[in-house]
């Protein structure tokens, strides 16, 4: 049976809820392990709107199993190998979340997201237009907006509060609260993976202008990636054929959706306005897009 087209929160009955997040609900499996569901909530300047995008977590789920399974050579992830039918046992809520829910191995969260910058975009252009400079790193002068940078930065952040915004930090804060051989792993992984992944998404027709990362430690202090990894939602996806420095491009996100409601008289704080069906629409498209460039995912 396949998943409902949308699927705004999960209440199931079979496992305990441990959080609820802006996207993900999160269900206590055994101690070794965990229950992700990928619903199809969006959110937009920190608030979670009312209508869901149809799809969404489906395409999310299924962007980010591929780019797990790619980067498996360059560091384990928190896929547990486990079936969802292996962890809900009641028949219907199971065929409620397939394709977009995942057993993983519980693991401990780092405090840090590990954000990669390939383009000058986004807050990074805002930062650099102030200072010449990235969250602290200098960048040579007269670069235009979009530019591609000649090297990616890493630029991490600490984790913020739902509601609340991530803060940009340094590598020596980052030091500061993993140590210096920890930061030094995460930071190399980072770069690497994205290194790859951006080799690969411009043969398939997109830049990656920057994409943050979650990594967790298990018991025995190995490192993994975890969350999700190189989604519409983690990442700044732009059309090859669409780029032009010295532009905002367009990208395979909500941004069709933040487009629109700055069109409205609204302050950008709880609840959140509803949709129009054309704006669910057009932006389940740009996601669903996304993931048959880079997945080759089928259409049907």
Request: charged share 25%; glycine share 6%.
């Amino acid at each position: 049976m396949n998943a409902p087209a949308t699927l705004y929160e999960t209440a199931l009955t079979s496992l305990p809820l441990k959080a609820r997040g802006k996207v993900r609900d999160i269900y206590h499996l055994d101690d070794a392990h965990l229950l992700i569901v990928t619903t199809d909530r969006l959110s937009a300047f920190d608030v979670i709107l009312p209508d869901p995008i149809p799809g969404k977590g489906i395409v999310l789920t299924s962007v980010s199993n591929f780019w797990f399974q790619r980067m498996r050579p360059i560091i384990p992830n928190h896929l547990s190998g486990l079936e969802l039918e292996d962890a809900v046992k009641n028949p219907e809520e199971c065929a409620s979340l397939q394709g977009r829910a995942i057993v993983v191995r519980k693991l401990r969260p780092l405090p840090v997201e590990a954000v990669v910058r390939g383009y000058l975009t986004g807050s990074g252009w805002k930062d650099y237009q102030k200072t010449g400079a990235v969250c602290g790193i200098s960048l040579p002068k007269y670069l235009q907006m979009a530019q591609q940078l000649p090297e990616p930065v890493f630029t991490p952040s600490t984790k913020a509060e739902m509601g609340t915004h991530d803060e940009n930090i340094d590598f020596a804060k980052m030091v500061g609260l993993l140590g210096q051989a920890m930061a030094e792993r995460v930071r190399d992984a980072s770069l690497r993976i994205y290194r790859e992944a951006a080799a690969y998404a411009l043969q398939r027709g997109i830049i990656i202008a920057d994409t943050k990362f979650e990594f967790g430690l298990d018991g025995k202090g190995e490192l993994y990636l975890i969350d999700e990894v190189l989604t519409p939602d983690s990442s700044r996806f732009w059309p090859v054929d669409e780029y032009k420095v010295g532009i905002s491009p367009p990208s395979f996100d909500k941004q069709i959706v933040r487009d629109y409601l700055e069109t409205l008289d609204w302050d950008k704080t709880p609840p959140g306005p509803r949709l129009p069906p054309e704006i669910l629409a057009k932006t389940a498209a740009k996601y669903r897009e996304a993931e048959i460039r880079l997945t080759g995912a089928t259409t049907e």
